[in-house]
């Protein structure tokens, strides 16, 4: 609040004005500060930050601004033929299949786990190893994406022949254990 002998001091001061029209155009402390910070602080906040740089050095970073883009479009070609390339090989491994030694160690290896299950849940009858050969090769087919194991990848033998190794079925050795 504006007390009497400082309303006194501001009349004398500003003589050329109503007393009363000039304390109606004082501000209260809150919207002083309000129009301190949307006014001032605006203007503040909007004038760009200007440095001194000498032309050499703008003329010098426009040559290596524009030499790094070539050697960006450069990459980028280079990057997009790799791609290419490598889409290339894999399509081309992706077609080698397996020998067919291989898919003879690989109905042995199916054969052998089946005879493991077998001899290790104590199932002697014919019928559950050759059911046992079929879960596991239909398993291993599917696995691949595959309708036979010529079809297998030669480079996903080893995966295969890992597959077949740690294969195991719970709920079809348990039918089986309960028809023998």
């Known amino acids: 609040m504006i007390s009497a002998k400082d309303k006194t001091a501001i009349s004398a001061e500003n003589s050329g004005q109503d007393e009363e029209e000039w304390l109606v155009e004082l501000k209260s402390p809150e919207e002083i500060r309000e129009i301190y910070e949307t006014q ?3 203007t503040e906040r909007e004038k760009p930050a200007v440095f001194p740089v000498p032309m050499e050095t703008v003329a010098s970073l ?3 601004t524009a030499q790094l883009g070539q050697y960006v479009g450069q990459l980028g070609m280079i990057i997009g033929a790799m791609q290419r ?10 077609a080698v299949t397996v020998k067919h030694a291989d898919v003879k160690r690989l109905q042995a290896l199916i054969r052998m786990r089946a005879d493991e299950i077998c001899g290790k ?9 050759k059911i046992f050969r079929a879960a596991i090769k239909k398993d291993l087919l599917k696995r691949f994406g595959v309708k036979d194991l010529h079809d297998v990848p030669a480079a996903m033998l ?3 022949e890992t597959m077949i190794g740690g294969w195991t079925n719970i709920r079809l050795t348990m039918e089986r254990r309960n028809k023998g």
């Open 62 to 64: 426009q040559k290596n």
């Open 40 to 42: 001032i602080r605006k």
């Open 121 to 129: 849940y104590d199932l002697k009858d014919r019928e559950s190893a």
């Open 85 to 94: 390339r490598m889409e290339e090989l894999e399509a081309k491994q992706a």
């Open 158 to 160: 080893g995966g295969a």
